[in-house]
């Protein structure tokens, strides 16, 4: 059974870090490209980036509105999707999906975790 | 990176038909995938592709398209498919994706 766990949201400070973490099991995280999407209070769902899978040396992408501040890399070996922010600002507060990309062309997310909320605020 | 569009909410009688739209230039050459979310929870996966649902789904959910528009269509509602609705595709670039700002659907 495929499961993707999110943790280490919390509350932060602005322009503080934090590191979230999802944490797979049920398929072999390297043969799949993995997605953050965020989601802020009685807001819609927002891309936040992506790392694609082992055959494409895991390289990444992000949306606009958090490049240069945002870093996701993955753990094979703990079958681990990190997703690093730094310089975090009031407009980051939200709930943090993981979802994993599903394969085989006909792009989309077909498992997301439970979320994990982040509250950035002074 | 290009933007998808849709109602913001649509109402349709149990047992009856509704049709939800998604709109943008990136779906002239990427299908759009659909998610529904119910308050509390995360997203899920309803459609994708030319009408594919992923094990689970209902079959009164369908997908098509014309141009840069995808339409999501819900034929005979249940009092159960009342939640939010979000399109997703990639962008024109190819690089990254957008998700459309959610159709709210009431079934009355």
Redesign the interface.
């Known amino acids: 059974e495929v499961q993707l766990v999110e943790s280490g949201g919390g509350l932060v400070r602005p322009g503080r870090s934090l590191r979230l973490s999802c944490t797979t099991s049920g398929f072999t995280l390297g043969d799949y490209a993995m ?1 953050w ?1 965020r989601q802020a209070p009685g807001k ?4 936040v980036g ?1 790392t694609r899978r082992k055959t494409f040396a895991g390289t990444t ?4 509105s958090v490049r240069g501040r945002f870093t996701i890399s993955r753990e094979e070996s703990k079958s681990i999707v990190y997703l690093q922010m730094n310089s975090l600002k009031t407009e980051d507060t939200g709930v943090y ?1 993981c979802t994993r990309e ?1 394969v085989g ?6 498992y ?4 994990t909320r982040v509250t950035v605020s002074s | ?1 290009s933007e998808l569009t849709q109602d913001p909410a649509v109402s349709v009688a149990l047992g009856q038909t509704v049709r939800i739209t998604c709109q943008g230039d990136s779906l002239q050459n ?2 759009a ?1 659909w ?1 529904q ?1 119910k308050p509390g929870q ?4 309803v459609i ?3 009408n ?1 649902r ?1 094990s689970g789904i209902p079959d009164r959910f369908s997908v098509s398209s014309s141009g840069n528009t995808a339409f999501l269509t819900i034929a005979g509602a249940q009092a159960e498919d009342e939640a ?1 609705f ?1 399109c ?3 962008d024109s670039s190819g ?8 159709t709210k659907v009431t079934v009355l």
Do not use: T
């Open positions: 997605s999407v819609g769902l927002e891309w992506f992408e992000y949306a606009a999906y599903g062309g006909s792009n989309r997310f077909d997301w975790g439970q979320g | 990176s990427y299908y995938s998610y979310q995360a997203p899920v996966l994708y592709g030319q594919i992923p939010d979000y997703n595709s990639r690089n990254e994706y957008v998700f459309g700002p959610g």
